[in-house]
């Protein structure tokens, strides 16, 4: 693992290798019921930092505008989550109850340590960075919204699902 040290730590982290909690899941695409209107992004920036702009959103929609073809970028909830191993401050944390990844922004130092190490953010889609706060953000699944993610539910055509482990 990337970051581990000798006593099984990674980091500022202190959750031993083997002992992560699996996460509670992963957002997953029907890419056939998806309509590519963007309705998840804006609501997904509404409900987190209250503006509508993709840019602020944690999940990503990639249009191509030659085939009309679309694909969601959004954290994936790795079971051993690069971006938790490098983080030297301890910012991004795995909750024991649902086992979300998140990155907790009062502790972000902007160091960039995650969006480097995560093997699927080249186009830097998936972690992002916030120039006005100077923080890194990505999708957690809605942490704590006892609903679960608003993008699920926002969507009209139930094209977004929670895949469980």
Known sequence: MPGKN???FAG????EVGKIPPSSGKLKVDLERCHQCGLCELFCSLYH???CSPSF???SLLRNPFTGDGLLETCRQCAYPDCY???PVGAIIIDEKTGARVIVEENCIACGKCTEACPFNSSKT???YDKEKEIYFKCHLCYG???GPVCVEACPWNALIIEKP
């Not at 500022?12 to 959750?15: I, L, P, S, T, Y």
């Open 57 to 59: 959103s944690r999940i």
């Open 145 to 147: 919204r006892e609903e």
């Open 6 to 8: 000798e006593d099984g």
């Open 49 to 51: 930092e209250g503006v």
């Open 126 to 128: 998936i972690i992002k």
């Open 85 to 87: 191993f490098v983080c």
């Open 12 to 15: 500022a982290n202190h959750v």
